[in-house]
């Protein structure tokens, strides 16, 4: 007689700490993705700002949480993870309540910039507490699922703030939703149960190696070249598509089609990544993103437009969480939030940087056509860099948690 071999049954993901940190980054980036296309719009309507001087503002979010994220890794690591979230999304929702008070450009720029640094902050934090609450054999999925949560958010804020918008034509309104939802996912954050976890005494003299995950430097770049493309279409697509293709309507279906793009690329990538297939993830990923850029810049048609808004979703959903995982293979447990950090960082380095350069070359060398080529260009270099140099270089760092 055989003996019964019971299987194992696996940990559930979805429940208790791992949903409620879900569904209170879901309130994060749609507060965030709520306002975001249309500030552009507002930044031109109400203090009459040329392409150039949008760039230059809207980058300041950016360039701020970059500099927040350069130390968050350090912070998340030493202090209290769930004080620290609680902290950082406190004040990402206490911000909202500046934009009612910006009568001029300057106090706009003022705010926004100080903006982005709770919101690098509590980031960095989430996706941290997300990894330490997920069940170690489940931990690849839940990577992927994890930006879902993002993805959702962009798939429904950009329209809902489009749809809002033609309604009430009112920025404010729209300030104020942003306002609510950030506080609905700082209560969720409010109830999270998680283990104590002492604090790291690390008495080492203060390095570079204690903020940012060295090792991955190759892969920051790479990650950096597309959130530079990414950075240039999200901030000057509802300009672009209303002046330059007379799409008067189609900023919000784009955003709309991005996210299925991203979401059915966690669901094809998500069992790859569990199976360990990081590398390949990864390099398919960086290569459909190359493609949908490279779409989006020489198909100016309704066509291209919408069509390549899911290559790239596509291609960026299946790139991010499959570096974000090599980030996480190339150190160890109590650098997590060091490597969240590093990827983070990277992230917003690339998207400052590219909403600069696309509104300087928008204004000066070409218009929006000529910073839409310079995305595709730039995303092709990443490709041609990852497959050349970064892959190999993370199979020879690559750790084991």
């Given at each position: 007689?055989?003996?019964?071999?019971?299987s194992e049954e696996k940990p559930k993901l979805f429940k208790g700490n791992y949903l409620k940190v879900w569904?209170?980054?879901?309130?994060?980036?749609?507060?965030?993705?709520?306002?975001?296309?249309?500030?552009?719009?507002y930044l031109r309507d109400v203090f009459h700002a040329d392409k150039a001087m949008i760039g230059l503002v809207l980058s300041g979010y950016s360039i701020?949480?970059?500099?927040?994220?350069?130390?968050?890794?350090?912070?998340?690591?030493?202090?209290?993870?769930k004080k620290v979230l609680l902290i950082g999304y406190a004040a990402f929702a206490l911000f909202f309540l500046g934009y009612y008070?910006?009568?001029?450009?300057?106090?706009?720029?003022?705010?926004?910039?100080?903006?982005?640094?709770?919101?690098?902050?509590?980031?960095?934090s989430s996706s941290t507490v997300a990894i330490d609450v997920l069940p170690s054999k489940r931990r690849g999925e839940g990577i992927g699922y994890w930006g879902l949560s993002n993805n959702f958010a962009m798939a429904v804020g950009p329209s809902m703030s489009l749809w809002l918008y033609t309604h009430c034509n009112n920025y404010n309104v729209l300030f104020t939703v942003s306002l609510v939802f950030a506080?609905?996912?700082?209560?969720?954050?409010?109830?999270?149960?998680?283990?104590?976890?002492?604090?790291?005494?690390?008495?080492?003299?203060?390095?570079?190696?204690?903020?940012?995950?060295i090792e991955g430097w190759s892969q920051g770049i790479c990650i950096a070249l597309v959130a530079f493309a990414y950075g240039v279409l999200s901030t000057y697509i509802a300009?672009?598509?209303?002046?330059?293709?007379?799409?008067?309507?189609?900023?919000?279906?784009?955003?709309?089609?991005?996210?299925?793009?991203?979401?059915?690329?966690?669901?094809?990538?998500?069992?790859?990544?569990?199976?360990?297939?990081?590398?390949?993830?990864?390099?398919?990923?960086?290569?459909?993103?190359?493609?949908?850029?490279?779409?989006?810049?020489?198909?100016?048609?309704?066509?291209?437009?919408y069509i390549s808004a899911m290559v790239i979703g596509f291609?960026?959903?299946?790139?991010?969480?499959?570096?974000?995982?090599?980030?996480?293979?190339?150190?160890?447990?109590?650098?997590?939030?060091?490597?969240n950090a590093t990827i983070l960082t990277s992230w917003d380095l690339g998207v400052g940087l590219g909403i600069i350069?696309?509104?300087?070359?928008?204004?000066h060398l070409g218009g929006y056509n000529a910073a839409f080529l310079m995305s595709a260009a730039v995303c092709l270099i990443s490709s041609l860099f990852f497959l050349f140099y970064a892959k190999g270089n993370y199979e020879r760092s690559r750790k084991t948690i």
């Open positions: 007689m055989k003996p019964v071999v019971e569904m209170a980054n879901f309130m994060l980036y749609f507060s965030f993705y709520f306002v975001t296309p249309l500030l552009p719009l701020a949480a970059l500099v927040m994220r350069f130390f968050s890794g350090y912070i998340v690591d030493r202090f209290s993870r008070f910006t009568a001029s450009l300057i106090l706009f720029a003022v705010i926004r910039t100080l903006h982005g640094a709770p919101f690098g902050l509590t980031s960095v506080l609905l996912g700082l209560l969720i954050n409010s109830s999270l149960e998680l283990k104590y976890r002492a604090p790291v005494m690390d008495k080492k003299k203060i390095s570079l190696d204690r903020f940012l995950l300009i672009y598509s209303h002046d330059v293709l007379n799409i008067t309507t189609g900023t919000g279906t784009f955003f709309m089609l991005f996210a299925v793009g991203l979401i059915l690329s966690r669901f094809v990538g998500v069992p790859s990544l569990s199976q360990g297939h990081v590398a390949r993830n990864a390099t398919y990923g960086i290569i459909v993103v190359a493609v949908g850029y490279s779409m989006f810049a020489f198909w100016q048609s309704l066509y291209g437009y291609g960026q959903g299946s790139v991010y969480p499959a570096v974000q995982t090599m980030f996480l293979n190339m150190t160890t447990n109590e650098k997590r939030g060091t490597a350069g696309g509104g300087y070359v928008a204004e």
